[in-house]
T-cell receptor, first 118, second 115 residues
Framework: GAGVSQTPSNKVTEKGKYVELRCDPISGHTALYWYRQSLGQGPEFLIYFQGTGAADDSGLPNDRFFAVRPEGSVSTLKIQRTERGDSAVYLC????????????????FGPGTRLTVL | AQTVTQSQPEMSVQEAETVTLSCTYDTSESDYYLFWYKQPPSRQMILVIRQEAYKQQNATENRFSVNFQKAAKSFSLKISDSQLGDAAMYFC????????????FGTGTRLQVFP
């Protein structure tokens, strides 16, 4: 089976523009996570979906950031009025999320989207 | 709030030798998971090894093993018989069992492997 995929691989945009980043999780994985990794840092949590609903969005930095997962599979991270400080690698991960069944709750990561805001 | 600290920004090792990467964490919880992830230049985070806090036995995965010291809140990664392909960024991560599944990462250690 395929792993987590993310598109585009790289995105360059201008300050003030709107961007969408897409994540395709591993088939059958009910949980999906978005992280942001700034240069020289570890990934930072943004939002977690269980199925279609956002179970935890405490990591979203402000209301310019929004994410959806309408059918419980593919997710889109949306950033409005981009700022230069939004430049980072955006990582997506998915897991089966059945706690207590061995390694089924391990998070598997995609290759990320590198966002550059000029 | 939980925090994860990796105090070694860079480490280097000779091929076939052993290297240890350090990680400490801070938490008031008694049960949690700890992970080491590897991130090569391709950017994709790859799980190396995981440890459940309730298990006293240190986890091992082939050439990778951990030294988990719960009282000291220390979780180091030992790589034996280092290979050129081990060169990457290594991140230590914490996951609570009392809240959502988010991972809390350290700042990473860049491992270089010399032939």
């Amino acid at each position: 089976g395929a792993g987590v995929s993310q598109t585009p691989s790289n995105k360059v945009t201008e300050k003030g523009k709107y961007v969408e980043l897409r994540c395709d999780p591993i088939s059958g994985h009910t949980a999906l996570y978005w992280y942001r990794q700034s240069l020289g840092q570890g990934p930072e949590f943004l939002i977690y979906f269980q199925g279609t609903g956002a179970a935890d969005d405490s990591g979203l930095p402000n209301d310019r950031f929004f994410a959806v997962r309408p059918e419980g599979s593919v997710s889109t991270l949306k950033i409005q009025r981009t700022e230069r400080g939004d430049s980072a690698v955006y990582l997506c991960a998915s897991s089966l999320r059945f706690v207590g069944q061995g390694n089924t709750d391990t998070q598997y990561f995609g290759p990320g989207t590198r966002l550059t805001v000029l | 709030a939980q925090t994860v600290t990796q105090s070694q920004p860079e480490m280097s090792v000779q091929e076939a030798e052993t290297v240890t990467l350090s990680c400490t964490y801070d938490t008031s919880e008694s049960d949690y998971y700890l992970f080491w992830y590897k991130q090569p230049p391709s950017r994709q985070m790859i799980l190396v090894i995981r440890q459940e806090a309730y298990k006293q036995q240190n986890a091992t995965e082939n050439r990778f093993s951990v030294n988990f010291q719960k009282a000291a809140k220390s979780f180091s990664l030992k790589i034996s018989d280092s290979q050129l392909g081990d060169a990457a960024m290594y991140f230590c991560a914490y996951r609570s069992l009392q809240s959502t599944d988010k991972l809390i990462f350290g700042t990473g250690t860049r491992l270089q492997v010399f032939p």
